[in-house]
Structure formats: structure tokens, C-alpha cells
């Protein structure tokens, strides 16, 4: 049952550009303060964020509210004083385990303090070390992604695509389990907003329903082998479509593209055109990042080629 807004997610090919994070702070950009100008700061932010937004790329680990980063931090830096039974002021060494805690709490508290920073490039890079080594479980996965669709909703977000990189998490959750929760999740969000639709009654509590349209993409890093990269799309076509055990007409496709990213220096595009073309294949839209380096070139039959150049000549 593929309703609704599905169409407008058919872009077959997308050149990414860093924005900043928030929909509301890319609309002021889009905007211009010039045209917006005569209204205070206050009702620009009012204004701002009425507007329906459309977010085609929204990264999960990107979108974690710091208070539950810290939350997190917290919790492993509660579970290793327990473990050496050591407090802080207790003059015992503390474990290797417990300074890195500590250490990566006091750069996110610091992070959080510089509020003007919002959109510095080095941000990320910055938090996303600490990012991927403190979600381990399952439980905060669904907490993240939970938290992640309630913040666009209030924005006023009425479609978003989240990407991820699939993974396999240190509680054992392998990368399928890691999809099939995302999938899950987000089927489950999408069905409230269907209910709001379908529901007739005019006296319903509207503020049950949602707004918001979600679907998935799943990267490819291309600092990865391309075998692994297979395994992805694979894992794609396979659970794509929700609830399993309905016939596909009557299920919902969540997973509706094929992210590359990753650190530009990791990996070459050609080396995975195939996958994107099987991808492309087997139904999925593709984004693409692309041109995040200078001078990023690649050997191509024998001269010197770029990146970009080279994307942008697939079709
Ligand atoms: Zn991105």
C-alpha cells in the first residue's frame, strides 16, 4: 500500500550539498533575510516555522538531540565506576574505559555550549566519533530514531527521509535486525498518519495522528568493501517492504533509496557503479554525495578524471 506523497520521493538522481541540520534554519537560508525583512527575528523563527517542510536527507546519527547523547554518557559512565568501584574522588586510578567517558561528556557539553557554532562543518566530524562508539543497543537505536521523528514532525516536517549506514551494533544486533527495527519503526509512525486520513470522525483528537510522511534510505560507505555494499542493497530489496507475510500490493515500501557516502578519501565511485546500478535495478532512487572534496580525482581509462565529473556522467 504505497499511498500518499510517495511520488515526490522519485528523484532518480541527487547531488547532495551540505546544508545545516535544521529544516527551519534551511528555510531562512532558502529564504533570504531580504525578503523576510521588516519582521523581527521572533516571527521570522514563527514564520519559519509554519512552513511545511520537505527533508530528503536526514542522517539518524546526525539528527541525536545532544540531551540524549548525554543521556548515554551518562549511563556508561555510571556502568564503569560500578564496574571499578571506583568514584571520582576517591583517589583510585580511573579505568582507561572511564576517562574516555568522561573526556567525550566534557566535548559534548562543551559542543552544546557553543550554540553560535550551529552549522560549523567541523561540528559533526567532531561529535560523530563519540556518536558511533556510544550507540550500542538496540534500545537507543529506536529511542534515536523516535526522537528523531518527533523533532521533524515539530517543525512542521510533512515528508522526511531518514539515511543510515547499516550496522552491526555491540549488542549482537546484526545489520538485518538493525534495518528490520528502522523499518518497523518507521512503518508504525506512517500508519498514524494513515489512521488521521482515514478517520472521518471530526471530533477526533487530531494530535493523535501525524502529519509527517517517513521513509528510509540505506547507505553505502564507501569506505567499505563493494561486497559488503551488495550485502546492503540486498538487504534493501529484501526488507523494503512492510509488514512481511502481506502480499506486496497490500504492504508499504519504506525503504525507497540508496545513499553513497562516507569519507571522500575511503573510496572511489566507479569501484561501486555496479552496485548503484543493481540498485537502481531493483527499483530504489539513489542519492549521492558527492564533490565534498577539492581536487578529488580519479584514474579513469588511463587520464586523470574527477569524481564528480564522473557521477554526474552516471545515468
Ligand atoms: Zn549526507
Not at 499511498?3 to 527551519?24: E, I, K, N, Q
Not at 493523535?208 to 559488503?228: A, F, H, P, Q, T
Not at 530504489?284 to 556522467?313: C, P, V
Amino acid at each position: 500500500m504505497d499511498w500518499l506523497f510517495y511520488y515526490l520521493s522519485t528523484l532518480t538522481f541527487c547531488m547532495l550539498v551540505v546544508f545545516p541540520t535544521t529544516g527551519a534554519f534551511r528555510w531562512r537560508h532558502l529564504a533570504g533575510d531580504s525578503q523576510l525583512s521588516g519582521c523581527s527575528e521572533d516571527l521570522h523563527s514563527k514564520v519559519l516555522e509554519r512552513l511545511p517542510k520537505f527533508e530528503l536527507h536526514a542522517h539518524l546519527h546526525g539528527s541525536i538531540r545532544y540531551t540524549t547523547i548525554l543521556d548515554f554518557l551518562k549511563t556508561e559512565i555510571e556502568m564503569e565506576k560500578m564496574k571499578s568501584h571506583s568514584d571520582l574522588n576517591d583517589g583510585i586510578e580511573l579505568s582507561a574505559e572511564l576517562r574516555q567517558w568522561l573526556e567525550a561528556e566534557k566535548r559534548v557539553l562543551q559542543l552544546t555550549l557553543q550554540d553560535s557554532d550551529h552549522g560549523n562543518a567541523n561540528k559533526p566530524f567532531d561529535i560523530f566519533p563519540i556518536v558511533h562508539k556510544i550507540i550500542k543497543r538496540r534500545d537507543q537505536v529506536q529511542r534515536i530514531i523516535r526522537e528523531m521523528i518527533i523533532d521533524y514532525s515539530r517543525q512542521n516536517t510533512v515528508y522526511l527521509e531518514i539515511r543510515t549506514t547499516p550496522r552491526i551494533l555491540a549488542d549482537g544486533t546484526t545489520m538485518k535486525e538493525y534495518v528490520e527495527l528502522l523499518v518497523k519503526e518507521v512503518y508504525n509512525h506512517n500508519l498514524k498518519l494513515k489512521e488521521g486520513f482515514e478517520k472521518t470522525d471530526q471530533n477526533a483528537n487530531s494530535s493523535n495522528y501525524s502529519n509527517m510522511l517517513v521513509k528510509l534510505i540505506l547507505s553505502v560507505d564507501r569506505g567499505r568493501k563493494s561486497n559488503e555494499a551488495f550485502e546492503i542493497i540486498e538487504l534493501a530489496n529484501n526488507l523494503a517492504y512492510y509488514p512481511v507475510g502481506l502480499l506486496t500490493a497490500e504492504r508499504e515500501k519504506v525503504i525507497v533509496g540508496i545513499d553513497f557516502s562516507g569519507n571522500p578519501q575511503g573510496g572511489r565511485f566507479p569501484d561501486f557503479e555496479n552496485v548503484f546500478i543493481a540498485a537502481r535495478n531493483m527499483g530504489f532512487n539513489l542519492t549521492i554525495h558527492a564533490a565534498e572534496m577539492k581536487d578529488l580525482s580519479i584514474i579513469g581509462q588511463g587520464e586523470k578524471e574527477d569524481e564528480t565529473s564522473f557521477i554526474l556522467d552516471f545515468k
